[in-house]
Antibody, heavy 116, light 110 residues
Framework: QVQLQESGPGLVKPSETLSLTCTVS????????WSWVRQPPGKGLEWVGY???????SYNPSLKSRVTISVDTSKSQFSLQLRSATAADTALYYC??????????WGKGTTVTVSS | QSALTQPASVSGSPGQSITISCTGT?????????VSWYQQHPGKAPKLMIY???NRPSGVSNRFSGSKYGYTASLTISGLQAEDEADYYC??????????FGGGTKLTVL
């Protein structure tokens, strides 16, 4: 069955770029959409954005100016870049497969702390 | 986009039924049958429980059901069990081709 694994630095300095990668195993990256969701400590889920296997994207309007999500089909990976990180970006970041309008497969999540 | 509106908490006794509401607008819940529900236990990733308003993924108990009327979707859990105690989130596709979550509801099984 399809499995997702997030990876990336657990600590990012303020004003720097938060970068994460999600590796897809056990299935094909096409023809699906792939999404990032985050959860600040003690708070609810926030949708960050998604990328189609062909590369088209959609982002949360509140993050759109700072976010880029890309896909590398040759590596079965998709990535998140969040520029100008602040403490408010500290969260547990999940990657997920988007099948239509719902997320049916989730990674276990990775914690990112933004701090100097 | 604004988060969908869910009650902060609901509770029920074992065996009872509870319903969690999720209210949006004509641009999300009311405009599309792309409402989904997720269960999240502490320290765990969310789990899809309902998709496209009423559909259950394989392996999800038939005690979980979904519905929608107008701008409000609902998740009903019948025959409450201790293991159902968790946080529940609704989500909807929007007219801007984005997704939006509800604020989450903490279910307590008394």
């Amino acid at each position: 069955q399809v499995q997702l694994q997030e990876s990336g630095p657990g600590l990012v300095k303020p004003s720097e770029t938060l970068s994460l990668t999600c590796t897809v195993s056990g299935g094909s990256i096409s023809p699906y959409y792939w999404s990032w969701v985050r959860q600040p400590p003690g708070k609810g889920l926030e949708w960050v954005g998604y990328v189609y296997y062909s590369g088209s994207t959609s982002y949360n309007p509140s993050l759109k100016s700072r976010v880029t999500i890309s896909v590398d089909t040759s590596k079965s990976q998709f990535s998140l870049q969040l520029r100008s990180a602040t403490a408010a970006d500290t969260a547990l970041y999940y990657c997920a497969r988007l099948a239509g309008g719902f997320m049916d497969v989730w990674g276990k999540g990775t914690t990112v702390t933004v701090s100097s | 986009q604004s988060a969908l509106t869910q009650p902060a908490s609901v509770s029920g006794s074992p065996g009872q039924s509870i319903t969690i509401s999720c209210t949006g607008t004509s641009s999300d819940v009311g405009g599309y049958n792309y409402v989904s529900w997720y269960q999240q236990h502490p320290g765990k990733a969310p789990k899809l429980m309902i998709y496209e308003v009423t559909n259950r993924p394989s392996g999800v108990s038939n005690r979980f059901s979904g519905s929608k009327y107008g701008y409000t979707a609902s998740l009903t859990i019948s025959g409450l069990q201790a293991e159902d105690e968790a946080d529940y989130y609704c989500s909807s596709y929007t007219s801007s081709s984005t997704l939006v979550f509800g604020g989450g509801t903490k279910l307590t099984v008394l």
